[in-house]
């Protein structure tokens, strides 16, 4: 299993990002996927889910904020980000599975910073 994130980088408050996740080494379509972020000093934060199905789910911090797609021919992950707060800045995670999932990628830094 390979979850590689790119994207990252440093905005102003209320500026925009648009995370990638280039995954392999197994059936990308079977799976949910998610996004998790880690601030510093801080435990892991779920940011949001979507299912297989393509249902989708946000943490209430990033909900009207951030949308998840995939795209299951290029076997790629999306996390849209606007209006982006300081509070954001962390090392943003692709994920396999759901919710409480720990099959994390190395990670792509946000920093959100004046």
């Known amino acids: 299993v390979q979850l590689v994130e790119s994207g990252g980088g440093m905005v102003h408050p209320g500026g925009s990002l648009r995370l990638s996740c280039a995954a392999s080494?197994?059936?990308?379509?079977?799976?949910?996927m998610s996004w998790v972020r880690q601030a510093p000093g801080k435990g892991p934060e779920w940011v949001s889910t979507?299912?297989?199905?393509?249902?989708?789910y946000y943490a209430d911090s990033v909900e009207a904020r951030f949308t998840i797609s995939r795209d299951n021919a290029k076997n790629a992950l999306y996390l849209q980000m606007n209006s982006l707060k300081p509070e954001d800045t962390a090392l943003y995670h692709c994920?396999?599975?759901?919710?409480?999932?720990?099959?994390w990628g190395q990670g792509t830094q946000v920093t959100v910073s004046v």
């Open positions: 979507i299912k297989s199905s393509g249902v989708t």
């Open positions: 994920a396999r599975g759901g919710k409480f999932t720990r099959d």
């Open positions: 080494g197994f059936n990308f379509n079977a799976y949910d």
